[in-house]
């Protein structure tokens, strides 16, 4: 899959890969993830869980598992935001060391939630994010948690439906039928 | 082995195409008809909102596929965008047999006498291309009709006073209103207004072997899973094919219509499944495409005779790109107003169509389609926070309580609104993509603005705690309700194809789709596509002798 999406990215966009970022293709090491280090997991997980947090409503995005989403997609659809995700998680631990002394993942919530907000205004410091534009790495991560949190499980996340029984939507979608006690 | 030399070819198995290759196989022509997608299958696009004809960020469930089918976006600024179903600003239309019939709300109307006189109605506007058709709505109505039974559709006109003339009821009675149809109905009838059920290309009881609808929450967006939506692809295609006389050759895509020294079209060049280059010769080609890849195919075609393309002798072929701005507004409830009986959208109005002050056409005003949970993350109100403790309490308070009342603008066409294609973008077979550059008429925002307006008013009325308004209208035109690229008129040098769809100067190549209109109504389109279909298709049965046109 996305061997073919690249030899159209190379045939397809000679003379605009500016605008569209190519596929990194690094190497990894072990890791848990299908893309991400440890480490770069860590950070995503606690900035989904910012976007859409655990409340009165339910759970958030950790217990949905909206992380297996990004990290499954990244290696296949959304394999041209590689470099966008590796580049913004380490200009944000940089802005992160540099303002707090930690790394995002560590930080108290109302810390983390105080950071999501500059970042999204983009006003963390500029010299950690060269020329990444931290508001668009945010607006990235926020499309990205809400399509792990509101679409299908089959995809990584929602786990169980959560999201559509905390809103009370029935599945499947026929009104007047409720089959959620037939899921695991 | 070559392929066997046929009467006809249609390109594009859609709203348009299925529609001509079943007329021309019922008349006794042989046809091929091609389609760039396959055959549709509901289980294996099951109600994924992420992978549906709403949303695309992980795909298309009924095609194109985002690896082999780029196009190119041009900005303002001018600078090129390469463009997929997945990244946005691609103008997505289905690629699959039915193409958009089989996943779309599947609303049935007809354009009104004045949408096809919009220049003689009103006057010309500045700036824009604003013609009349050269076809009356008088001429196209038994058409309307036809397609109404043939394909089926539920509805009754005589609720709306606006409703144009008709000799033939609609043969399945109307929806009922799902609750926020009843309840912003009421209040659009409180404020004077005309609501009535939307028509409907959906069977409300049994129809020509199919169930009837059992409201699917999601419905639009997502084939039937009891296949009780009608489109080209259950009704006319299937016809088509058990006539024996027409072939749907799938997983086609076609690269160029040929023509000879004498200027007639021979056949098609296409990629066959198996990306094998082939060649099919025909007697007719008939081109239904849709708006954009249409243009692309004519403008791919060129000839020592045609170095510009087919039928593009005077640089029409592409221009006028039209869609519909979609415009709006939002109501929010202190009760649940959505119960999820699909499709959502169930009443409309004809209210703001036409002849208001200052004005240029309009457009109808309908209950929107039932909120998805993923789409519904980006409907905040304006400066809301979009992400947090604030999403999700809006999320989960708000998603039955919201009512979206909105509408497609009739577009104002022009010049510069347009497809060219770009021999430095190719798609999986080598072929030049669409590019798709310029931008709407300015006024097609003032008119948004006030038909939003409108729609606020009666989401009000219906005891909104809170409105906004969503105002449409900016930036480049096209998308699903794409149109106007070939479009037909009486002068070749003002337009691409005759009142007959042929195109002007080739007797035996034709265009049967929403290229064809001037200008592109102020309701969704696909009734007068399938419409045009059935007038094009009477014109080549009426004057083909067997092997060419009656002289």
Redesign the interface.
Known sequence: ?SL??RS?LK??????GS??LMPSCVTRTSSSWQFFTDEEAACVIALCE????E?E?GG?ATEAGVIHYIDR?LVA?FDYDQVLYQQGISSLQSSCLDLHGKRFETLDKDTQ?TL?TSM?EGNLPGKHWGDLDQGRFFQLL??H???GF???P??GGNKNYM??R?????F????GRNHYEHLS | MANSHVNAIVVGAGAGGGVVAKELAVHGLSVVLFERGGWPDYDAHINDELISQRTQVLGSAFGPDHRKHPRVSIQQDGSKRVVTPITGGYGHNAACVGSGTVSYGAMAWRFMPEDFKLKSTYSFVEGSTLDDWPISYEDLEPYYEKAEWEIGVSGDDSQNPFAPPRNKPQPMPPFEYNRAGRIVAEAGSRLGLHPFPIPMLRNSVPYNGRPACIRNRTCVGFACPVDGKNGTHNTVIPTAMATGNCEVRTHCQVAEVMSDTSGRATGIKYFDGEDKGQIQTADLVIVAASATETARLLLNSKSDLFPQGLGNNYDWVGRNLQGHAYTGAVGLYDFEITDFAGPGASFGMCDFNHHHEGIVGGGMLANEFNPLPYLFSGVRPPGARRWGREHKDFQIKNIKRMAVLQGPIQEIPNFEARVTVDPSVRDHWGIPVVAMSGSRHPIDHEHCKWLSSKAEMVLKEAGAIQTWQRVGGRGLSGGQHQAGTARMGNDPQTSVCNRYGQVHGIDNLFVADGSLCVTNGGFNPVLTIMALGYWVSDYITRNWNGTKFKS
């Open positions: 899959m073919n999406r159209f045939t397809g966009v000679a003379g605009f605008i569209m910012q976007i859409v947090p409340d409503h958030g997609q659809v939630y999501c999204e926020i499309r948690t809400m399509q509101y679409g299908p089959r995809h999201s559509y905390m809103m009370g939507l029935d499947p979608l026929v009104v």
